[in-house]
C-alpha cells in the first residue's frame, strides 16, 4: 500500500500483535520436491510496482496462512506470501525486535510486571480510530508465473485495490480492515446460498473462483489482471 496517517510516523493499519507474529515470526515457504520450510523474516526482499498510482514498495516474506493452503490445491513449484511493508516500516519492526518490545514475557519495571509488547500496544494509536488521517491506497493480489494453456511463459498479476477515501464514505472503514473484512463476509454469502458447499475444514482454494469474484465486484470494488514481465520462467 501507500497508506499514510496523517500526525503519525508508524501507526500500524491493523493490530501490533497481528503485525508482529505475521512479519517477525520465520516465514514460511513452500516449493516443489522441498516441501514447506522456514526462512528468516524478511526474507527475500523485492521491490514491486504496485498498480493505480500505489507504485514501489519493498516487499518481504511473511508468515500467513496461504502457503499453507494453495500448495494442497494448486500445482506450483514454489508458494509464498510477502507483504509490501516499505522501508522504512521494516526498518521500524527490525528495531522493536533489537529492543525487544516484541517480546510477550513480562519484566519488572521499578516493582510493575509489564509485557513489552503490551507496552508497545498500548502506546500506539488504536487502528480502529485511524481511518479518518488515512490517505492512500491498499492492494491485495496473486502473482503467478509459469506456463500458460499453449506451453509459453506467462506473468500476470491479479488484483483487488481500495482507496481509503472511498472505504470511509462508502462504509465507514478504512482500507486494510475492509479489504480484510470483505473477503470471510462473500463467503458466507457463498455458503449460505450453497453455492460453496465445503465439507469439514476448507479453504478458500477448494471452490469455484467466480461466484466470489463476482460478488467481490457487488461490494462496489472490482479486480483486475495486469501481465507482467515473464523473464526467468524455465519452459
Not at 67 to 91: E, M
Not at 195 to 221: C, H, M, R
Request: proline share 7%; with cysteine.
Amino acid at each position: 500500500s501507500n497508506l499514510t496517517v496523517e500526525g503519525h510516523n508508524f501507526a500500524p493499519s491493523f493490530s501490533i500483535w497481528t503485525t508482529i507474529e505475521e512479519c517477525l515470526n520465520p516465514p514460511l515457504v513452500w516449493e516443489d520436491g522441498r516441501g514447506w520450510f522456514t526462512t528468516e523474516p524478511f526474507s527475500e526482499i523485492e521491490t514491486f510496482d504496485f498498480p493505480e498510482g500505489i507504485g514501489p514498495v519493498e516487499c518481504v516474506n511473511v508468515e500467513h496462512e496461504e502457503v499453507v493452503l494453495i500448495p494442497q490445491k494448486v500445482d506450483a513449484k514454489k508458494v509464498n506470501f510477502k507483504y509490501g511493508l516499505g522501508a522504512s516500516f521494516i526498518t521500524t519492526l527490525k528495531t522493536i525486535h533489537m529492543l525487544g518490545m516484541d517480546r510477550k514475557e513480562h519484566v519488572d519495571v521499578q516493582g510493575v510486571s509489564v509485557s513489552p509488547r503490551d507496552l508497545l500496544a498500548a502506546s500506539l494509536p488504536d487502528p480502529a480510530t485511524l481511518g479518518e488521517r488515512m490517505r492512500g491506497k491498499t492492494c491485495a493480489g496473486a502473482l503467478v508465473k509459469g506456463l500458460n494453456k499453449e506451453g509459453k511463459p506467462y506473468a500476470c498479476y491479479m488484483y483487488n485495490v481500495v482507496d481509503n477515501a472511498w472505504s470511509m464514505a462508502e462504509y465507514g472503514d478504512q482500507a486494510v480492515v475492509w479489504q480484510t473484512a470483505v473477503n470471510p463476509v462473500i463467503a458466507m454469502e457463498l455458503i449460505d446460498k450453497g453455492i460453496w458447499q465445503p465439507e469439514g475444514v476448507n479453504g478458500p482454494e477448494w471452490f469455484a473462483p467466480k461466484p466470489f469474484l463476482d460478488l467481490l465486484e457487488s461490494y462496489g470494488t472490482s479486480w483486475t489482471i495486469r501481465d507482467e514481465d515473464t523473464a526467468g520462467i524455465e519452459i
